[in-house]
């Protein structure tokens, strides 16, 4: 069986101290100390095996302290289907909005279509979600108790930190949210970082993207080609100097290519996206390596900037042991993450985090407001800064590494599922994407809401995802595969023929060698 090398962290994170409980967090703990959980296995033969490794009741099933489930997201079904009235009543002539000069409908013959519409689209989202392998969104949330807030307009506009006169704000959350994600990432004491809630891990990079350009005018931005195209469109925005590094067959930047590409560039500033976890493979920049090439290459502290994209796994690296050490005791200058990946979010929603030296220099006074213009937005949605603030303070440290164990250890089931059944595919070390060939079928594509590039998919393996709902995943596969053949690569260096690289290591299986009968790179996704 292969595995990917990695146990739950046991060190204690910089600056995050156990504190007493509130009456709430006594309840919840009581609520987790009393569930049934699963008892450890006593047929494991390898006691240098984790638990979870061998026993499908502790790898795959929700994390106990993912009591957040507000409609069965990790019960491993597949939700029903809805029938054609249902899907009728989602139609564009059916949600249209009448105009003016359009027919009237009686009020409340259109109460009940509007009720009728509505109930028609939760069972359609509640369906999709049960399949929705390809996006990393942790749907295993129950956000009840933040419901009645939903009834005011709650708007953080302006700089978190400097209150402005708009008093229906949530401000004390949201400072408390950017509190955590500082001693997280190792910069705990105040007045030394600044940092707000963000729409999506997008907005942080162009947040990032500009603090570095504003740093250094004259810089040259590096990123690989597989980092998220939302760096090259901030790069685009703020009309800078830009190189697309190659990348290894695995994800990570080409390291020889950008050491040569820094050495053409020497007498200008370097900026460095560094991706913790590529969008396609998951792949994790090695950050050191970056820095001794910086070093040996003579770039001095106040000539380089390196913005970190964490999208997804810088929130997941802190809690595995021996992993990459990512965070500002390094000299990094930023770091974005989203928050509706891991932590779960029914809106999208992010986190930037960055040296408060380096905010000064885009600060603007707003009299209108009462505060600084210090983000890329104006208005900024309070309700993201409650609904993440919440999410951290129920799920705690130990609920995070649970989810995080959790991922993980059923990314290897996966792709030890796949890999027994003859399908190519890859899972790097740190990382809970698994990468794999991609399917024939489109209806199997979109019934799993798989996310393509050229000849290879992957699915990011959440909270949410349980083994049960692979079993069922693998089945369609193979059932889809014998009725419509499988794919073969587009070309000799294409994403599925890099994926059987020796750089990889371990096993794998060969794709299929028959001609491709679709030309990819010509269907844009």
């Known amino acids: 069986m292969l595995r990917s090398a990695f146990t739950l962290s046991r060190r204690t994170l910089p600056g995050l101290t156990k504190k007493t409980s509130s009456t709430t967090q006594v309840a919840l703990l009581k609520t987790i100390a009393n569930a049934q959980l699963p008892s450890k296995p006593t047929n494991i033969s390898n006691p240098s095996d984790t638990e979870f490794d061998k026993e499908k009741t502790l790898s795959g099933t929700p994390s106990p302290w993912a009591v957040f489930d507000a409609w069965g997201a990790g019960d491993g079904s597949v939700k029903d289907k809805l029938s054609e009235s249902e899907m009728s009543l989602l139609s564009e002539e059916s949600v249209k909005i009448p105009h003016w000069n359009e027919a009237k409908v009686c009020v409340d013959e259109d109460a009940t279509t509007v009720t009728n519409i509505l109930g028609a689209y939760d069972k359609l989202m509640a369906r999709r979600s049960s399949v929705q392998f390809g996006y990393p969104y942790n749907l295993m949330y129950n956000h009840e108790e933040l419901y009645p807030f939903m009834k005011y307009s709650i708007n953080n506009l302006g700089d978190p930190f400097v209150t402005s006169n708009y008093g229906v704000?949530?401000?004390?959350?949201?400072?408390?949210?950017?509190?955590?994600?500082?001693?997280?990432?190792?910069?705990?004491?105040?007045?030394?970082?600044?940092?707000?809630?963000?729409?999506?891990?997008?907005?942080?990079?162009?947040?990032?993207?500009?603090?570095?350009?504003?740093?250094?005018?004259?810089?040259?931005?590096?990123?690989?080609?597989?980092?998220?195209?939302?760096?090259f469109k901030a790069a685009r925005y703020y009309r800078m100097d830009a190189k697309s590094i190659p990348t290894l067959p695995m994800g990570e930047i080409d390291y020889a290519i950008l050491e040569?590409?820094?050495?053409?560039?020497?007498?200008?500033?370097?900026?460095?996206?560094?991706?913790?976890?590529?969008?396609?493979?998951?792949?994790?920049?090695?950050?050191?390596?970056?820095?001794?090439?910086?070093?040996?290459?003579?770039?001095?502290?106040?000539?380089?900037?390196?913005?970190?994209?964490?999208?997804?796994?810088?929130?997941?690296?802190?809690?595995?042991?021996?992993?990459?050490?990512?965070?500002?005791?390094?000299?990094?200058?930023?770091?974005?993450?989203?928050?509706?990946?891991?932590?779960?979010?029914?809106?999208?929603?992010g986190i930037a985090l960055t040296r408060m030296e380096h905010v000064k220099k885009v600060e603007q006074r707003i009299d209108y407001l009462n505060s600084v213009d210090t983000t890329i937005m104006?208005?900024?949605?309070?309700?993201?800064?409650?609904?993440?603030?919440?999410?951290?303070?129920?799920?705690?440290?130990?609920?995070?590494?649970?989810?995080?164990?959790?991922?993980?250890?059923?990314?290897?089931?996966?792709?030890?599922?796949?890999?027994?059944?003859?399908?190519?595919?890859?899972?790097?070390?740190?990382?809970?994407?698994?990468?794999?060939?991609?399917?024939?079928?489109?209806?199997f594509i979109k019934r799993w809401s798989l996310a393509c590039e050229d000849d290879i998919a992957h699915v990011v393996v959440m909270p949410n995802i349980t083994r049960d709902k692979i079993d069922v995943f693998i089945k369609e596969m193979i059932r889809y595969s014998e009725k419509d053949g499988r794919t073969a690569p587009s070309g000799p260096d294409s994403p599925l023929s890099m994926l059987v690289d020796k750089s990889w290591g371990g096993e794998y299986s060969l794709p299929n060698s028959g001609e491709p009968d679709v030309d990819y790179n010509a269907n844009p996704k």
């Open 169 to 231: 704000h949530s401000r004390q959350f949201e400072t408390s949210v950017i509190d955590f994600f500082a001693k997280l990432w190792r910069l705990p004491n105040k007045g030394e970082y600044w940092g707000y809630v963000t729409t999506c891990g997008t907005e942080g990079n162009l947040h990032g993207m500009l603090l570095a350009r504003e740093c250094h005018p004259n810089g040259v931005l590096y990123s690989s080609r597989e980092t998220h195209y939302s760096i």
């Open 378 to 443: 104006g208005s900024r949605n309070g309700q993201a800064a409650l609904y993440l603030w919440y999410s951290l303070r129920k799920k705690g440290i130990d609920g995070i590494k649970q989810d995080v164990v959790h991922c993980m250890e059923t990314a290897c089931y996966l792709r030890d599922q796949l890999a027994s059944h003859g399908f190519t595919c890859r899972l790097n070390d740190l990382s809970c994407t698994v990468v794999l060939e991609r399917p024939k079928s489109m209806k």
């Open 260 to 349: 040569s590409e820094l050495a053409k560039n020497i007498d200008r500033p370097a900026i460095i996206n560094v991706n913790i976890g590529t969008t396609v493979k998951g792949a994790v920049d090695n950050l050191d390596r970056i820095l001794r090439i910086l070093k040996n290459l003579g770039f001095t502290r106040d000539r380089f900037h390196i913005h970190c994209d964490g999208a997804l796994f810088a929130m997941m690296l802190p809690f595995i042991e021996h992993a990459s050490d990512i965070g500002f005791h390094k000299p990094i200058d930023s770091i974005a993450v989203s928050g509706h990946k891991m932590l779960g979010c029914p809106m999208p929603c």
